[in-house]
T-cell receptor
Framework: GAGVSQSPSNKVTEKGKDVELRCDPISGHTALYWYRQSLGQGLEFLIYFQGNSAPDKSGLPSDRFSAERTGGSVSTLTIQRTQQEDSAVYLC???????????FGPGTRLTVL | GQNIDQPTEMTATEGAIVQINCTYQTSGFNGLFWYQQHAGEAPTFLSYNVLDGLEEKGRFSSFLSRSKGYSYLLLKELQMKDSASYLCAVRSVGNAGNMLTFGGGTRLMVKP
């Protein structure tokens, strides 16, 4: 596609529910990244994929967070038993390879009530 | 660990020049990026430095000194649309390959 796309753009959920966020990277980009941005804050790295494997999961804040990538393309970030502190904008980025500039998607704004 | 510092906010006048500084401490340094982020939008790539010196791209220039752990983004002929947050990000190479660590961003307000 023309750019990185993410869905949904907005998600409101109740505390304790599970949510799934989707990222479609730019076609042909092998590297994919998830970040989290809380209101007025910088970007917090969550996880990085090279192809379908995730060599770096160090940023995942707890075991309630998981991510997968299939077919070297689409990725989903799953948050189980959501908490209010999970409320943030979740940004996905992709790059041609791990050394190239990252292109960001529009983000998913998650609100946990 | 990694530490990236940049001012939280800056204000400048339309038509002027502004310099946004970024200092960093990191191991395995492998490049520094500047991104622009308008409110409610995704960050967009502005510039990349991996060697010391100045990279110029139109109204925007970025400078890097690796020995000092220092970079700046220079914006000339400021326009109102330049009001945005500017994110400094350092790439480091570790066991897991390439990773970007972002500073907290500098919110720039351009006034008429």
């Amino acid at each position: 596609g023309a750019g990185v796309s993410q869905s949904p753009s907005n998600k409101v959920t109740e505390k304790g529910k599970d949510v799934e966020l989707r990222c479609d990277p730019i076609s042909g980009h092998t590297a994919l990244y998830w970040y989290r941005q809380s209101l007025g804050q910088g970007l917090e790295f969550l996880i990085y994929f090279q192809g379908n494997s995730a060599p770096d999961k160090s940023g995942l804040p707890s075991d309630r967070f998981s991510a997968e990538r299939t077919g070297g393309s689409v990725s989903t970030l799953t948050i189980q038993r959501t908490q209010q502190e999970d409320s943030a904008v979740y940004l996905c980025a992709s790059s041609r390879d791990q050394y190239s500039e990252q292109f960001f998607g529009p983000g998913t704004r998650l609100t946990v009530l | 660990g990694q530490n990236i510092d940049q001012p939280t906010e800056m204000t400048a006048t339309e038509g002027a020049i502004v310099q946004i500084n970024c200092t960093y401490q990191t191991s395995g340094f492998n490049g520094l990026f500047w991104y622009q982020q308008h409110a409610g939008e995704a960050p967009t790539f502005l510039s990349y430095n991996v060697l010391d010196g100045l990279e110029e791209k139109g109204r925007f220039s970025s400078f890097l000194s690796r020995s000092k752990g220092y970079s700046y983004l220079l914006l000339k002929e400021l326009q109102m649309k330049d009001s945005a947050s500017y994110l400094c990000a350092v790439r480091s190479v570790g066991n897991a390959g390439n990773m970007l660590t972002f500073g907290g961003g500098t919110r720039l307000m351009v006034k008429p």
